[in-house]
């Protein structure tokens, strides 16, 4: 049966995917997991799935506007000077939203139940956005700014990383108004920042000096800014930091993709922690690609590893020993493509999971949690998107203790093993068919619990665990996550679906 993009599963599926099969006819080749003997390769941080909120979010303004937009701007749009477009930007591939109301119940549940992760608010419009030291936004931002935070909205940004586990990583304006009359950055809004999120009880826990540095101009500092003014500057970051927030790690160098100044700007560094962007392309608002056809193939979910072996070796070379995090990444660039949004991605996104944990990376932030087609949840009615239900399962069964499953990432069928969370001894795994055509058969030397994702065409925004379809209740509540038994040696896996195992009996005595 062929599972192209737009063909349905049928009613066959549905009880197909609960079958775990053994005996006559089983594939003698099939390859084989012993999850009690399954050995230690790593570990994560409990936080390694975390999110972004866009500091645009926060304050209302211009962000990507969605291909099926439902957003209206709302007549009483704030007055701005300036321009909240990114200079060399059409204007058109964006869409102003109010900011975003964290207070909001259903943002609060759903992103609590991600708990613990950290909350990324940055972005490119946060290298132009002015702290105002005011509850109530002026009329238009300080001159050499683009954007205005309030101290409302910052304490609203507290409030929510206090209710939902997910301590606060930004950024700082590096704007023409952070800057002297030289145009050597000053630490006013910085300090003015860290202050006032220290005077009502927060903390940042980890800061970037600036939103891909390697994009400078486009992101809001001064024309012609390079690695020669990016290494002055982030000295009197570094020092300033050391001063005023000691405590708070610092990340670098937040460059996109595989610059050739990368290097350049690592070096003049000095980070605690190292830390990247990753998009497998760039999106069609962007006048880049979107192949469908191509979101199951080993090429594209390979890329993310392609880059991150990039940023390793800077590391190993530059800051040995630093832990490296993944601080912004989703299907792509500028907004997502129109099947972000859609079953089809989810495949990309819990392979990266996946790879990212096996070999080291700590934190992946994913970009968002609630805005434009790559958001974890849609933005108009903060409904799950599949993405968020592959995050659910991977934050309930996927431990902090990376295991090697000892399968090399074929066509068809991808595995990775974790300690099952909060089982002593258990094991988890993840598995990927993401061959559209075949079934594919993994045997396993123990009993476990099934948790299949699918979905009746890949490019559906509805998911559905064992044949039934998640969604949240009447009240917001979100449903019970529940495996299915398997006792049979084999375990048979339709094509483009995904799959977590629990075995808590397993007995790894690496998982105790």
Request: charged share 15%; glycine share 10%; aromatic share 8%.
């Amino acid at each position: 049966m062929r599972h192209g993009i737009g063909a349905g599963l049928c009613g066959l599926l549905a009880s197909a995917l609960l079958l775990a099969q053994a005996g006559a006819g089983t594939p003698t080749d099939a390859p084989s997991v012993t999850p009690s003997s399954l050995a230690r390769i790593g570990t994560i941080s409990e936080r390694f799935q975390s999110y972004n909120i866009e500091m645009i979010e926060v304050t209302g303004g211009k962000f990507w506007r969605p291909y099926r937009s439902k957003l209206e701007v709302p007549p009483t749009q704030p007055p701005r000077s300036g321009s909240d477009t990114p200079p060399g930007m059409d204007s058109n591939l964006y869409q102003y939203r109010p900011p975003i109301d964290l207070a909001n119940a259903r943002l609060r549940k759903l992103a609590a139940a991600l708990a613990p992760a950290y909350l990324r608010v940055s972005g490119t419009w946060a290298n132009s956005t002015y702290f105002a030291d005011s509850d109530d936004a002026p009329s238009a931002p300080a001159t050499g700014f683009n954007g205005v935070l309030t101290r409302r909205q910052w304490r609203g940004v507290v409030d929510f990383s206090r209710s939902v586990d997910a301590p606060i990583m930004t950024s700082f304006a590096v704007s023409p108004g952070a800057r002297d009359a030289v145009g050597v950055w000053k630490p006013d809004q910085a300090d003015r920042l860290i202050g006032f999120t220290r005077s009502i009880g927060g903390s940042i826990a980890a800061a970037e000096f600036m939103n891909e540095p390697n994009l400078a101009e486009m992101g809001g500092a001064p024309a012609g800014y390079d690695a020669t003014a990016y290494r002055r500057d982030f000295s009197l970051f570094r020092a300033f930091m050391r001063r005023a927030a000691p405590e708070t790690m610092i990340a670098g160098p937040g460059t996109i993709g595989e610059p050739a100044m990368a290097s350049d700007l690592l070096a003049a560094s000095g980070v605690d922690v190292v830390s990247y962007h990753y998009y497998g392309t760039l999106s069609e608002r962007c006048s880049g690609g979107s192949k469908p056809e191509a979101a199951l193939s080993e090429d594209w979910l390979s890329r993310t590893g392609q880059t991150l072996a990039f940023y390793q070796a800077l590391r190993g070379s530059l800051a040995p020993g630093k832990p490296i995090w993944l601080t912004e990444t989703a299907e792509a660039a500028c907004g997502g493509n129109p099947w972000a949004s859609s079953f089809l991605d989810t495949f990309r996104y819990l392979d990266q999971l996946g790879r990212l944990a096996r070999a080291g990376v700590q934190i992946v932030m994913h970009n968002t949690l609630a805005a434009s087609d790559y958001g974890l949840l849609d933005e108009t009615t903060l409904a799950p998107r599949p993405n968020y239900w592959g995050a659910l399962l991977w934050r309930q069964l996927m431990g902090t203790v990376v295991l090697e499953a000892g399968l090399p990432v074929p066509s068809g069928l991808h595995v990775y093993a974790h300690c099952q969370r909060g089982k002593p001894g258990g094991v988890a795994l993840l598995v990927i068919n993401n061959d559209r055509d075949a079934p594919h058969t993994l045997r396993l030397a123990a009993a476990s619990l099934r948790y299949t994702l699918d979905a009746a065409n890949l490019l559906d925004q509805r998911v559905r665990l064992n044949g039934n379809p998640l969604a949240l209740s009447a009240g917001d509540e979100l449903p019970a996550i529940e495996g299915v038994p398997t006792t049979a040696a084999t375990v048979t896996f339709a094509p483009a679906t995904i799959t977590f195992l629990a075995i808590p009996e397993a007995g790894n005595n690496a998982c105790r």
